[in-house]
């Protein structure tokens, strides 16, 4: 499938292609810009380039790959820093620089890597399509090897030593070849045989996120949040701290200082649950927002089918996104390039079905091989002018179970994370509560409870102070408003440049058990007759 | 006939002894022209256009399709006719010229010199567009630059390789505030324990590039004055209010490959200080409604977040080299309104703002900078032990939270007056007022780190809610 450009505008090229299937990728002009074709009318197609198209010419070749944009999956992801386009960003940087050159390719895995294999099957063995076949030790994970999703048979032959990823591990008896890795289109979801219902809390390490708004296992939560609210430094503390097997965090069009940090950290920092490096346990998708747009709209995909393929090995993986709404942002450049009919503020009229099916990826499922995985989302967004009726924020409330808003206001007053506890709500709730009732703290239910109607009566009291002044309150109520600081400054605050970034669930339950104690001893006392300054002085010392 | 020798987008040397000249024009529109029977243009390929009255403009392909070529002319398209005038395709993209002479130039969007003296012999040509930088190649920012404005390196720290702009209200004096900066900004070094009296002054090759985008004659000759007067060197860009709107697009990008140059070929420390953004904004909404794009929000096209990124994203510094590009840009806030697209889509970008206030400008307070809503992203990793002085973060927290606790109390003061509050929320108000007069506010005198820094101590300690 050869042909030429006819056609050029910004990153839409339109091309003279026979036979293209929609959605196949192409590779355009004499430097094979990668581009997917969206579009085709009669013999010419338009073809959405993910590269930069500056210099690209009229009558320069095109052909078409015969396949859709794909991934490559195998051993060696872990640890990787990839682009929207999963070009891996380290080993393009000692090929060609400092800075970003179009058109340079280089394949996502390193093919010259030597992988210790372990056969799980023998000789003769019949595997099914997906099947396992054997693993090799990535980090501290088994990597599984499986058959091509589309094979079966009996095995010819299965290697008992190390491999690179460039030679098959094994050979069906139809002579079809089983290799370390295999490429899987980033658009299609892969398979599992069931979802399950998202029952286990997933510790953030975050107090207010454990605490108020726990997210499940599988789950979806949202972070929106004007600029300013600390929605990367949330984001990236969760990456750091929660408790999973894997992190891939997606910066998506952001700043390339903010993924400079993070790559320092993570070399640098250690995992508080396995110990291990951070890094070890990390795949990052970075397309800062200087990078070409269209790898942009492609990078969350890129990264959520590499998030599933580590789920199907059964781990517990998250996939952090910042932001989404860059994401949604290039959909729309795109769309309006591609002069299609705008919806609510621009953006396509299929930003929200877009949205929800790339969140529905997200779950606790039992994999093909009968195995749990689960694959969380934590997606922040970036709603202009920190409006949250703008369209990518209420597609993405529709679908995500949590949502956690973050509120100027707090952020103005350093109170970070700035979580508002009276907007935010996590649909996972009770369920996940019940968990931490049976399995740890009886007390997790009740003090939550508690702590709520202290911040909620906080609220009426304010409204009352702002009219009367402070002192126009009752002991109790003076009481009630220093508690309620307590718990704002020393429960929901975590700074997250010092020890306190993390806090166990056993941390977590047992600071705010201090505040509340604090509280029920001195609601005593006062009612003993005690003056209320010298109860409030007994917490300072 | 022209003859020139100039390296194309590949890298290689390509001699164009014979430029055909098309007088094939279809159409003209605004900034547009449209050219027919070309023969394999290039997407951002340069183009001359040569008008009937004998005036040469530069331009840039920006749409092809077939042998019809979509050109966008930087310059005045008035008098262009589809008979007579003629375009060149150059076979190469737009391109900075560059060499260390370019130090103490003043030019205008175009590149071209406006200070009277010749052209200077270029050593190298790089397309003014740039290339992103490989994020895994980025070094972090961490080294602390003096700017000597108490209020931003107490409390909004800048760091080498940070984009930082100020984000203004018309008829604020927010080209004071950068004027200030421009003549104080030094690189230092801190003391490395409390007792240590001294930060040390790096020796560097610290410059500036100045990008004025539709400036107006009397902010044009105030920047004058002060660029003139700064004992580091300058290069300048001028784009005037009168001047063509494509050249806005242009002067930024233009600034920054020299910028870019003097930083990672040169190893130099550049600042680059570009105003006013909201000029460019608004150029970018012309030349989107004339290529008659759709409109996003308030008319500014879909893609403005991408192109500003493209701009600021060139601030930052790389693993292993010496240079750095750090960045300040101004933006006026149309209406005083901080969710206005502009300053909203550069506050997405930017690691932090400087925001200033027109209340504390009421108050006589210079520069007037609301701390509140102000924040250097970067802040953290350049200050305290080996960058300003160990005691910063904490001296930095304490005054914010009290000055937040403070204006709070001002609403409260304002319902149930000063007498009605309690000794504590009075210290606190009077701690924002003794903040803002002492502290944010400095006329004249430039303020070095450890001075700025013992004032805020001195603060918290007159004003410490435990007495």
């Known amino acids: ?541 | 006939m022209k003859c020139s020798c100039r390296k194309n987008n590949n890298g290689s040397y390509s001699m164009s002894l014979a430029e055909y000249k098309y007088y094939s024009l279809s159409s003209l529109s605004g900034p547009l022209i449209f050219v027919q029977k070309v023969f394999n243009a290039k997407i951002g390929e340069a183009v001359k256009v040569f008008t009937p009255d004998g005036k040469q403009l530069d331009a840039e392909v920006l749409e092809i399709e077939k042998d019809t070529v979509m050109v966008e002319v930087y310059g005045e398209t008035q008098g262009m006719d589809l008979e007579q005038t003629a375009v060149v395709f150059t076979d190469s993209l737009k391109m900075a010229s560059l060499s260390t002479d370019i130090i103490g130039r003043i030019f205008n969007g175009s590149s071209e010199p406006i200070d009277g003296l010749p052209m200077f012999i270029p050593e190298k040509r790089a397309p003014v567009n740039g290339c992103p930088i490989n994020p895994t190649a980025r070094a972090r920012p961490e080294e602390f630059i003096e700017t000597g404005v108490s209020v931003i390196d107490g409390l909004n720290t800048l760091v080498k390789g940070q984009k930082l702009p100020v984000f203004s209200c018309s008829g604020l004096p927010s080209k004071e505030l950068v004027a200030s900066i421009l003549k104080n900004a030094m690189l230092v070094e801190g003391p490395s324990d409390f007792n240590d009296r001294e930060v040390t002054a790096l020796d560097s090759n610290f410059i500036v590039i100045f990008a004025a985008l539709g400036l107006t004659f009397h902010d044009y000759s105030f920047y004058m004055s002060v660029l003139e007067e700064m004992k580091s060197g300058f290069v300048a860009f001028v784009n005037m209010a009168s001047e063509p709107v494509m050249e806005r697009l242009l002067a930024p990008r233009f600034a920054l490959t020299v910028a870019e140059y003097m930083a990672f070929d040169k190893g130099m420390d550049v600042l680059v200080v570009i105003t006013d953004m909201t000029n460019y904004c608004d150029a970018l909404r012309e030349v989107s409604t004339a290529r008659q794009e759709l409109p996003g929000r308030r008319g500014y096209p879909s893609y403005m977040y991408s192109d500003l990124a493209a701009i600021y994203e060139r601030a930052g510094r790389i693993r292993g080299m010496k240079g750095s590009v750090t960045m300040i840009p101004v933006v006026t806030m149309p209406e005083d309104d901080i969710t206005h697209p502009i300053p909203d889509l550069t506050g997405y970008i930017t690691e932090g703002q400087i925001v200033l206030s027109r209340e504390l400008h009421q108050k006589d307070i210079f520069p007037p900078v609301d701390v509140l809503p102000s924040l250097s992203r970067l802040m953290q990793r350049g200050i305290g032990k080996g960058h300003t002085r160990d005691d910063h973060r904490s001296i930095s927290n304490m005054l914010y939270k009290y000055y937040a606790r403070g204006r709070d109390l001002r609403r409260l003061e304002a319902i149930v007056g000063k007498e009605g509050m309690s000794k504590k929320d009075k210290i606190m108000l009077d701690f924002a007022d003794a903040l803002e007069r002492e502290f944010i506010h400095q006329p004249v005198e430039r303020r070095g780190i450890l001075d700025t820094l013992d004032r805020g101590l001195d603060l918290a300690k007159r004003f410490s809610p435990e007495i």
């Open chain 1, 1 to 541: 499938m050869r042909g030429t450009i006819i056609g050029i505008s910004g990153p839409t090229v339109t091309v003279a292609v026979k036979g293209l299937k929609l959605y196949d990728m192409v590779l355009v002009g004499h430097s094979s810009l990668t581009g997917e074709v969206v579009r085709i009318e009669g013999d010419r197609a338009t073809v959405q380039v993910y590269e930069d198209t500056q210099g690209l010419a009229v009558g320069e070749p095109v052909e078409g790959t015969g396949s859709p944009l794909t991934v490559r999956l195998g051993p060696g992801l872990l640890s990787g820093i990839f682009d929207g386009l999963q070009r891996p960003l380290q080993r393009l940087q000692e090929e060609s620089g400092p800075f970003m050159r179009h058109g340079k390719r280089v394949s996502a895995l390193d093919d010259t890597l030597k992988w210790t294999f372990h056969p799980l099957k023998q000789k003769g063995d019949a595997v099914l399509p997906g099947e396992i076949i054997g693993y090799v030790n990535e980090s501290s994970f088994k990597h599984f090897i499986q058959c091509h999703i589309q094979s079966e048979g009996n095995l010819d032959h299965i290697s008992e030593e190390s491999f690179s990823l460039d030679t098959p591990v094994a050979a069906l008896e139809d002579k079809k070849k089983i290799f370390g890795s295999h490429e899987w289109p980033v658009r299609v979801p892969r398979p599992y045989k069931k979802k399950l219902a998202p029952n286990e809390p997933l510790v953030t390490g975050q107090r207010c996120i454990d605490f108020l708004f726990t997210i499940a296992k599988g789950g979806t939560a949202i972070l929106p949040g004007g600029f300013g609210t600390g929605k990367t430094i949330l984001e990236q503390s969760i990456a750091k701290f929660a408790d999973v097997d894997i992190v891939v965090y997606v910066g998506c069009g952001e700043r390339g200082n903010e993924i400079a940090e993070l790559i320092e950290e993570f070399e640098f920092l250690k995992d508080p649950w396995t110990k291990r490096n951070l890094m070890e346990r990390s795949i990052l998708v970075v397309n800062t927002s200087n990078m070409p747009v269209a790898a942009r709209e492609a990078s969350i995909y890129t990264a959520v089918t590499i998030a599933e393929y580590y789920r199907d090995m059964g781990l517990h993986v998250l996939l952090l996104a910042d932001s989404i709404s860059r994401w949604a942002e290039a959909l729309r450049e795109i769309s309006s390039s591609l002069e299609e009919m705008p919806g609510e503020e621009g953006y396509p009229t299929y930003i929200a079905s877009r949205l929800s099916s790339f969140i529905e990826r997200a779950g606790a499922v039992e994999t093909i091989h009968g195995k749990t995985g689960a694959l969380s989302m934590i997606l922040s967004v970036s709603p202009p002018g920190g409006d949250l009726t703008e369209p990518v924020t209420q597609a993405c409330l529709r679908a995500a179970g949590a949502f956690l808003m973050l509120d100027t206001s707090l952020a103005h007053r350093r109170h970070f994370p700035a979580i508002n506890w009276f907007q935010s709500y996590s649909l996972y709730g009770k369920k996940l509560l019940e968990q931490f009732r049976n399995v740890a703290f009886a007390e997790w239910e009740k003090a939550q409870l508690k702590c709520r109607e202290v911040l909620r009566k906080e609220e009426t009291l304010r409204e009352i102070t702002e009219i009367v002044g402070i002192e126009g309150l009752q002991d109790e109520d003076r009481l009630l408003m220093s508690v309620a600081e307590m718990i704002r400054a020393e429960f929901l605050c975590q700074n997250a440049y010092t020890e306190d970034a993390f806090s166990t669930p056993e941390e977590t339950l047992l600071k705010l058990s201090g505040i509340l104690n604090f509280y029920s001893a001195s609601s005593e006392k006062l009612k003993e007759g005690a003056a209320l300054d010298e109860v409030l002085m007994q917490k300072k010392q």
